[in-house]
């Protein structure tokens, strides 16, 4: 266990980075992890948060790497540390960063995996398909024509509120990262879902204040202590309906989905910054990644179709 100090640290730097960044959530939860496996490694190595130096911070990060942890889970820890170091010197708590100038390990290149149209067409017919009742049937439907539609991230999907969809709009208000707003306009399919789903859920409502029951302020109700359905709940039912369309489940994902909305609407001539408005990204650096994924498509589409692009036929003796 960490120290009180180091504890103590942790939270105030915590409460003063939500306070001050408007830090989304799944953010601030990961760096509260990683700071106190920090301080949980330093309590083991006879040190502390006000009294570790460079090298030691450099021993930490070589102790995660021998973990086997990802090139990007280990730049955020870094990252974590430099910043709850940088607060530390601000508040006078200590006289130097002692990570600021150790480079990280950067993050793996890698293009966002995506699916072809027709793959997402399957999963939204499947979705259509799965479910115990009607009622899950029209909910599943709506959450995969949702999520395709607006690009949304799982968490703006599964957290939305159900007056953002009231009055059948064209465009709805995501608050995404940070607690940014952002418009994102739905497609007629997405439209068409999402009002079936209203329908049902309006009779499900009724049913139960007339039983003296809650009824859910979200979109898509859950169980769960935030009252509306997990993101985990949406990832293995996503897995579920793969398997019906006929796709391996390890190919599909949330964020997959995400992506392929992205990459489609580029394919079809969508400007690079319309794209970045809607998928909430702060730098349109980001967004650019979806370049070259649409470029390797069609460098694969040339090296397939093209007649000079394929391998010569053997001659015959």
């Not at 040190?47 to 086997?68: F, K, M, N, P």
């Not at 940088?86 to 480079?103: C, K, M, Q, T, Y």
């Not at 439209?191 to 003296?212: I, N, Q, V």
């Not at 992506?259 to 394919?267: D, E, I, R, V, W």
């Amino acid at each position: 266990m960490p120290d009180p100090d180091s504890s103590r640290w942790i939270s105030t730097f915590l409460d003063a980075r939500s306070a001050d960044a408007g830090a989304a959530r799944n953010t601030q939860l990961a760096y509260g992890r990683d700071l106190v496996d920090f301080a949980d490694w330093l309590a083991g190595h006879g040190s502390t948060l006000s009294t570790a130096g460079r090298a030691t911070v450099e021993d930490y990060l070589i102790h995660c790497d021998a973990q086997g942890l990802s090139k990007a889970t280990r730049a955020r820890r870094l990252s974590a540390i430099r910043q709850l170091f940088r607060f530390a010197v601000e508040e006078g708590w200590r006289a130097d960063n002692p990570a600021l100038r150790i480079s990280g390990p950067g993050r793996a290149a890698s293009l966002p995996k995506t699916l072809t149209v027709d793959e997402v067409t399957r999963l939204i017919e499947a979705a259509r398909t799965k479910g115990r009742s009607p009622s899950d049937r029209l909910r599943n439907a709506a959450l995969l024509e949702l999520v395709y539609a607006a690009g949304l991230r799982v968490s703006e999907l599964v957290g939305l509120p159900i007056a953002a969809v009231r009055g059948n709009p064209r465009m709805i208000l995501v608050r995404g990262k940070g607690d940014k707003e952002r418009m994102v306009p739905l497609s007629a399919p997405a439209r068409t879902a999402l009002a079936d789903w209203l329908a049902c859920r309006d009779e499900m409502d009724a049913a139960a204040r007339l039983e003296g029951r809650p009824v859910s302020k979200f979109l898509f109700p859950g169980d769960g202590r935030e009252g509306h359905m997990t993101r985990q709940h949406f990832h293995l039912m996503l897995k579920d309906i793969a398997v019906l369309a006929g796709l391996s489940p390890a190919r599909v994902t949330p964020h997959v989905l995400r992506h392929a909305f992205a990459t489609h609407l580029l394919a079809g001539g969508a400007d690079l910054r319309v794209i970045q408005t809607l998928l909430g990204h702060a730098d349109v650096a980001t967004t650019e990644i979806y370049t070259h994924v649409l470029d390797d498509h069609l460098q694969k589409l040339v090296l397939t179709h093209h007649p000079l692009a394929r391998p010569p036929l053997a001659s015959k003796a």
